[in-house]
């Protein structure tokens, strides 16, 4: 993996850049040495070469006993809980997965919304398919994945009777405390430990995106080598030539000082398009608190260069972009020639369909700069497992160097409870009491 800010230099100064160096290399020290804010959940940073090798072995021990008599496999959980899982499992997979027969088993998730509509589809879905399911949350009690935890685990036991639901139910938790860890003893369901020094956004390196990753087929032993390389690298680097992590939270910081409040994560291969929610939040929720922070956004070009391509070209210019390029596809095509030529093609036949989808992209990088929008480039040659961990390392280790720039702890979350709070005062949850009569006498008044 490599890194371009050459695109930025027309926005930033290289000695602005460069001002950031000491204070990233002592920021690198405090993240080594577990000194800085936030401290108690550095537990991410050793995680490529933590894992346990038992760890490992009970996870491909789980994919053997279940994957071969399942159809679907369902991840029950929100925000960290699946969002890193997804962006891995979306990246590798057949991009028609869900049509190929022979494809087992096929991974959909639950637990990251509440819509009614959703679940009753599922559970539609999961009528006339073998299932099994992880459920991933520390305390048990967060709204969403436990909605879903409750009518899937009711709907297991009916379909299949108490004794072989719970050969179908893995749960991924706290070690000791927190209610799905009490009715796991109680169950006797298999289950895995969320370490108590690793947060939710964090955690793609945990059994919290192993286990789904491998029953999705991914080779989780590559990905976590790709991880520990990197790691190694970044660790033993501290120099912004050297580093990529160190010119990434330098590039932001510096970019976020001129004004450019806004980053646009772009990926021009679709699969990549979950990778980008994953990165969304590790981002948002590290960095924006305090009134500060990046805003992390996403597309996905070349479509949406047909839906917001009007504004990042044209538009309030409160923005900058970082792409990701692949060097390499996994396949090839290439256009074929026509005698007609009425589509005025044949200029293309010959040529590899990622040839011109790279093309598309330089051009819009050289329009993009032009139009006012700096660019950040990262490179991997292809999307495969390695690479992937070394991108999950990088994008962590950089956003706690990042956050830690910027000021801010980038391991808590507090604004998060906001909503929270609100909600289960309108639900008239029980302890709630007083909240719920202050928010209904100011919807009260709102509505006057």
Known sequence: MNINV???????????????????????????????????????????VSVKDEIITTVKDDVRRLAPDIDVFVVIGIGGSYLGARAVNEALKHSFDQLIPEKKPVILYAGNNISEDYL???????????????????????????????????????????????????????????ALRQLTKQEGYSSYVVPDDVGGRYSVLTPVGLLPL??????????????????????????????????????????????????????????????????????????????????????????????????IQDGER?????????????????????????????????????????????GTILAHVDGGIPVIQLSIPEINEYYLGQLIFFFEYACALSGYLLGVNPFDQPGVEAYKNNMFALLSKPGYEEQTEQIMKKIAEQSK
Not at 266 to 285: D, R
């Open 318 to 362: 409160i923005l900058f972009e970082t792409v990701v390029h692949v060097d390499n596809p996994k396949r090839k095509m290439q256009v074929p020639d026509d005698g007609h030529n009425l589509d005025k093609l044949n200029y293309l036949a010959g040529k590899n369909i990622h040839s011109i989808n790279h093309k598309a992209e330089t």
């Open 120 to 178: 009753v589809d599922l559970m539609e879905v999961l009528d006339q398919k073998d299932y099994a399911l992880t459920v991933i949350s520390k305390s048990g009690t967060t709204t969403e994945p436990a909605i879903a935890f409750r009518l899937l685990r009711d709907h297991l036991e009916q379909k299949y009777g108490k004794t072989n639901a719970r050969k179908r139910i893995i749960a991924i938790t706290d070690k000791e405390k927190g």
């Open 6 to 48: 050459s695109q930025i230099l027309d926005f930033v100064k290289a000695e602005d850049l460069k001002a950031y160096e000491q204070d990233l290399a002592n920021y690198q020290q405090a993240l080594q040495k577990k000194t800085g804010v936030g401290s108690e959940f550095l537990g991410w940073i050793n995680l490529p």
């Open 214 to 311: 491998a029953m999705g087929g991914a080779n989780i032993e590559e990905l976590l080598k790709g991880a520990a390389d990197m790691r190694e690298h970044l660790n033993m680097t501290n120099t912004l030539e050297d580093n990529e992590a160190f010119m990434y939270a330098a590039a932001r910081n510096a970019l976020y000082h001129k004004k450019k409040s806004t980053e646009i994560m772009v990926a021009f291969e679709p699969q990549l398009q979950y990778f980008t929610e994953w990165w969304k939040q590790l981002y948002g929720e590290s960095e924006g608190k305090e009134g500060k922070g990046i805003f992390p956004a996403s597309v996905s070009f070349t479509t949406d260069l047909h839906s917001l391509g009007q504004y």
